[in-house]
């Protein structure tokens, strides 16, 4: 099994840019979670989907924030316009939800700068 | 609300040392506890878990004991090696849709 496939793996930017981070997760799963890692502030849980539909978008930033699952095996994070204080490391989890305690699988994360 | 409290970092240790990271959480209901490691430059990946009072998880010498009345799930292990260094998640579950409730994380640094 490949994992949970993220691209691209460093993306840098100027401020004002669109950025656009993707994600596929692993088959079968029918769980996709977007996390934000930075030094201040730990490990942020964004907006997580079940069957595709987005269940709690609580944790978005603001509105420069939008994620979109079209699909099973698709996820799109983007930031419009990015800020300097966007930079951070973005994690997409994927699991199999049929009751608790499931096992999160992590993709490898998108290092984010936007200078 | 939910939360996870676990102890500030770094933790550093000489290889063979014993390690434990405390770990307690508040919940209500009955949540899942989990132990993740995340090694530089990687993701987040699964240690170890528990999914009931009492319940024991175990995975590479490291354990964690899910303890209700102490609403504790502290990580141990015997003897850390060089290749243990890492940041140490804990982490819990509660409701539908195993949405995850992290800890800050516990860097732990282990020197030869």
């Known amino acids: 099994d490949a994992g949970v496939i993220q691209s691209p793996r460093h993306e840098v930017t100027e401020m004002g840019q669109e950025v656009t981070l993707r994600c596929k997760p692993i088959?079968?799963?029918?769980?996709l979670f977007w996390y934000r890692q930075t030094m201040m502030r730990g490990l942020e849980l964004l907006i997580y989907?079940?069957?595709?539909?987005?269940?709690?978008d609580s944790g978005m930033p603001e509105d420069r924030f939008s994620a979109k699952m079209p699909n099973a095996s698709f996820s799109t994070l983007k930031i419009q316009p990015s800020e300097p204080r966007d930079s951070a490391v973005y994690f997409c989890?994927?699991?199999?939800?049929?009751?608790?305690?499931?096992?999160?699988?992590f993709g490898p994360g998108t290092r984010l700068l936007v200078l | 609300g939910n939360s996870v409290t676990q102890m500030e970092g770094p933790v550093t240790l000489s290889e063979e040392a014993f390690l434990t990271i405390n770990c307690t959480y508040t919940?209500?209901?009955?949540?899942?506890l989990f132990w993740y490691v995340q090694y530089p430059g990687e993701g987040l990946q699964l240690l170890l878990k528990?999914?009931?009072?009492?319940d024991k998880g175990s995975n590479k010498g490291f354990e964690a004991t899910y303890r209700k009345e102490t609403t504790s799930f502290h990580l141990e292990k015997g003897s850390v090696q060089v290749s243990d260094s890492a940041v140490y998640f804990c982490?819990?579950?509660?409701?539908?849709?195993?949405?995850?409730?992290f800890g800050a994380g516990t860097r732990l640094a282990v020197h030869p």
């Open positions: 989890a994927s699991s199999f939800t049929s009751g608790f305690g499931e096992t999160q699988y």
């Open positions: 088959s079968g799963h029918n769980s």
């Open positions: 989907f079940n069957n595709n539909v987005p269940i709690d």
């Open positions: 919940a209500t209901g009955y949540p899942s």
């Open positions: 528990a999914t009931k009072a009492d």
């Open positions: 982490a819990l579950s509660s409701g539908g849709y195993n949405k995850l409730i």
